[in-house]
């Protein structure tokens, strides 16, 4: 089975910045995307950021331009840089994982989820 350990959540300020990390572990065939969604309190998980095994990239409306998404293959890492964070951003950060354990077999996959909380 593939794991997923979010990191780097925390209390800021609006306008300041923070850096989420997810690692995968486990028994891991491939990665596909890896990616960010967040869930407010009273609203849908929505997607934040998502980036497949080649590079490309897709991001929510709401944070174009302020976020970045990148990945480092070879330690089944994710990053998501977020920069003029504002108090809409505050929610439980997820990270998430389309992969398998073994050729054939690929689902997704979910961490516990990290909590960004931006002050006004």
């Known amino acids: 089975q593939v794991q997923l350990v979010e990191s780097g959540g925390g209390l800021v300020q609006a306008g300041g910045s923070l850096r989420l990390s997810c690692v995968a572990s486990?028994?891991?065939?491939?990665?596909?995307?890896m990616g960010w969604y967040r869930q407010a309190p009273g609203k849908q998980r929505e997607l934040v950021a998502i980036?497949?095994?080649?590079?490309?990239?897709n991001y929510g409306d709401s944070v174009k331009g302020r976020f970045t998404i990148s990945r480092d293959n070879a330690k089944n890492t994710a990053y998501l840089e977020m920069n003029s964070l504002k108090p809409e951003d505050t929610a439980i950060y997820y990270c998430?994982?389309?992969?398998?354990?073994?050729?054939?077999?690929?689902?997704?996959?979910w961490g516990q989820g990290t909590q960004v909380t931006v002050s006004s």
């Open positions: 486990g028994t891991i065939f491939r990665i596909n995307a």
């Open positions: 980036i497949t095994s080649g590079g490309s990239t």
């Open positions: 998430y994982a389309n992969a398998g354990p073994r050729s054939g077999s690929v689902g997704d996959y």
